[in-house]
Each structure stands twice: as structure tokens, then as C-alpha cells.
């Protein structure tokens, strides 16, 4: 037996995995390169070589989280080249004004087809919440009359959503609750099928950074957006905000945070899924609205992410015939990671889905109902 392979089996039977074992997830080798490279390059050798089909597993989610769990990455020492982007993250802001489109362009600007093959009828692609129902359309519902509800929602109150996705939350603030709703975006994929999805309704989308928001709202949120902030502009985006927010209104972050302040993200995410991306901590975020906002509530939707990943992966595995002409089966392969591995990082407990409401300084405690 090598010794790289030696060094990974011992690793991975310290959370119960085995190598070509009959659980379901055990991972199944069929390149055995794949050990040197995983000792090399952790988490990104992980997943390029489950992309490049050098190794398969039933529940690829289960398997990540066993490994997170017994923190097996921490155990495995760091190659130089992956400390690369560390060093540049402090060095320069990698989500300036200049550099925060490259997300739009690589991620959400990939083709509409593939994320309304798996997303709801209001294309929510953040967490769901399962409160109640096991049906993802449903929770969608239920994650958005949430936020409504927190808002505390008038047919009076205009409404900034920075990042505004498919336009689905703003339709929905417009359609039953009779507000308006100002959007701001910078993907032109969502903001052309935005524009028509909300047609007839009091919204209007803005193309441009958040940082260019001109205006004062009633209420402000920002749903799945703030990962793309950084640690470096978490303060420029809470003046901007405070800024926007009327004396007595009523700001709500929805975000995926880290457990701890970090430095980077992981190399694999950054490299294929979300490039420049950061994941906050309740210390960041907490130390950004210092002086500008109460924080009024905190909720924490961790397992209900886990659960909305797991319905996205299934229906993009039941669209796949009808994406496979446009997107080749190295694609499918990352795809079906990101989603998988990710709801095995929710299940480990490793990451977290944050709701903050958040008030001005001095203003009244608001009514949420919630």
C-alpha cells in the first residue's frame, strides 16, 4: 500500500469512512492518484477529483459531513500554494467595486435555464424554511412571510432589497403586501428575467453596486447577498444601509456565516462556485453595525439550509436530461458537489444561516410578528 493512500485510510477511519467500504458513504476510488492529491491540496484536491471522476460516493453529502465533524481538514497540513489567496485577501480588498462583478459573471450569469430548473416558482435561491412542510415550494413561501413578517410589512412602506435575485421576494412583498419595492442587482441574466417576471407590479430594479444606493426606505433587506460583501467593505455596508434607512425603519440581513472569523474561503467554493466570497461571523457582522443598528433579533436557519440544498439537488438531478446538450458532465459533477457538499457542511454544523434584525440607534423596538 503507498503511503499516501495508507495516510488517507487512517484519516478517514477516524469518522467512520472506508475506502471502497459498502456504506453508502464510503468513498469508492477509482484513481488512486486521488490520495496524494487530496494530501496536497485538501479540500480543493478533494473536489477536482471528484469532478475529474477519480472518485464516487452514494451520499456525497453524508461523507463531507463525517469529515467536518471530526475536523479531518484540520489535521492535514496546509500546501504553501493554498495560502496564496489568504495572503492577497489581506493585502487587497478582493470585493471592490472593480472586482464585484466577477461573481455576476461566473456564477449567477451562467444560464437561467439551470437555476430555474431546481429553484421554486419564485426562484428563491437562499434558504428555505421547512416549518411545517417537507414541500420546498411551500417553504419558500413560508421563508419569504417570514421576512415579512420581521419587516413588519405595510402597504405604505417602500423597500430596498440589495441583491434582489430573480426579483421572487420583491414580487412577493409587492403581490401581498402591496408595498413597492426598489431592487438593486448587478447580474444582467436576473435582472432580464426580473424585469418581466415582476412586470405590472410597483418594482423597479436598479441596475448598479450597492454602494451607488441613492434613497431613503422604509425597510432594507438583503437576502443571500452579504457572502459577496467581504470583511473589508462589512462596515461600508452598513453605513450604506444605516444611510438608506429611514429613522424608523427596519433593516433585515439574511446570510451564511462562518463560526469563526476567517480569513478566506474555501479554495474549492472560491475556485468554481463563488469566486471572492466570505463567509461572515456573528463577531464580524456584530463589530460592522457597532454605533449604527440594534441588533432586535437574531435566528438561526442552519438546518433548514440542509434540507433546501438536498430538494435543490434532487430536482437538478431530475432536470439534468434537459440540461445536458448545454452542460457537459464535469459541469454535473461540480454541480452536484457544490449542492451536496454544502448540505453536509450545514449537517456537520460547520456553517450557519443567519436572519439579523436590525433597528437604527434610538429607534422604538419594532412590532415583528414573528
Known amino acids: 500500500m503507498s503511503k499516501p493512500k495508507q495516510m488517507v485510510e487512517e484519516l478517514l477511519s477516524l469518522c467512520g469512512v472506508s475506502i471502497n467500504g459498502a456504506n453508502s458513504w464510503d468513498m ?37 459531513c463525517r469529515i467536518l465533524r471530526a475536523q479531518l481538514d484540520k489535521k492535514v497540513k496546509a500546501n504553501w500554494k493554498l495560502l496564496a489567496p489568504m495572503a492577497l485577501s489581506l493585502a487587497f480588498n478582493r470585493q471592490s467595486r472593480m472586482r464585484s462583478k466577477e461573481v455576476a459573471e461566473r456564477h449567477y450569469d451562467l444560464g437561467n435555464d439551470l437555476f430555474l430548473s431546481f429553484l421554486d416558482p ?84 436598479i441596475r448598479a453596486d450597492y454602494r451607488d444606493v441613492k434613497g431613503t426606505f422604509d425597510k432594507i433587506v438583503s437576502v443571500g447577498m452579504f457572502e459577496h460583501v467581504g470583511r473589508k467593505n462589512y462596515r461600508r455596508f452598513m453605513e450604506v444601509a444605516h444611510r438608506a434607512l429611514k429613522d424608523d425603519g427596519i433593516f433585515l440581513l439574511h446570510t451564511i456565516g462562518n463560526n469563526k472569523s476567517q480569513r478566506t474561503s474555501d479554495p474549492w467554493i472560491n475556485k468554481y ?66 449542492l451536496l457538499s454544502c448540505a453536509g457542511a450545514f449537517r456537520a454544523r460547520d456553517i450557519q444561516i443567519w436572519q439579523f434584525v436590525l433597528t437604527k440607534t434610538g429607534a422604538q423596538q419594532p412590532n415583528c410578528r414573528y
Open 122 to 205: 419564485y426562484n428563491q435561491y437562499s434558504c428555505a424554511y421547512f416549518n411545517g412542510t417537507d414541500d420546498l415550494n411551500q417553504a419558500q413561501i413560508n421563508k419569504m412571510e417570514l421576512i415579512c413578517r420581521k419587516l413588519d410589512l405595510k402597504p405604505t412602506d417602500h423597500v430596498l432589497d440589495i441583491g434582489f435575485g430573480w426579483g421572487g421576494l420583491g414580487r412577493y412583498m409587492a403581490e401581498h403586501y402591496q408595498c413597492r419595492v426598489s431592487g438593486v442587482n448587478i447580474s444582467e441574466e436576473q435582472i432580464q428575467f426580473a424585469q418581466e417576471f415582476c412586470k405590472g407590479l410597483p418594482v423597479e430594479i
Open 28 to 64: 469508492q476510488v477509482k484513481d488512486e492518484r486521488l490520495f496524494a492529491r487530496v494530501l496536497r491540496d485538501k479540500s480543493l484536491g478533494l473536489g477536482e477529483s471528484y469532478m475529474d471522476g477519480w472518485w464516487s460516493c452514494t451520499r456525497v453529502d453524508e461523507f463531507i
Open 273 to 338: 462556485i463563488f469566486p471572492n466570497g466570505e463567509l461572515p461571523s456573528i463577531a464580524q457582522i456584530t463589530k460592522a453595525v457597532e454605533g449604527l443598528f440594534v441588533v432586535e433579533d437574531l435566528h438561526n436557519l442552519g438546518p433548514h439550509y440542509e434540507k433546501t440544498l438536498m430538494a435543490w439537488h434532487e430536482r437538478f438531478q431530475n432536470a439534468w436530461p434537459n440540461l445536458r446538450d448545454k452542460y457537459d458532465e464535469r459541469f454535473k459533477r461540480m454541480w452536484e458537489y457544490y
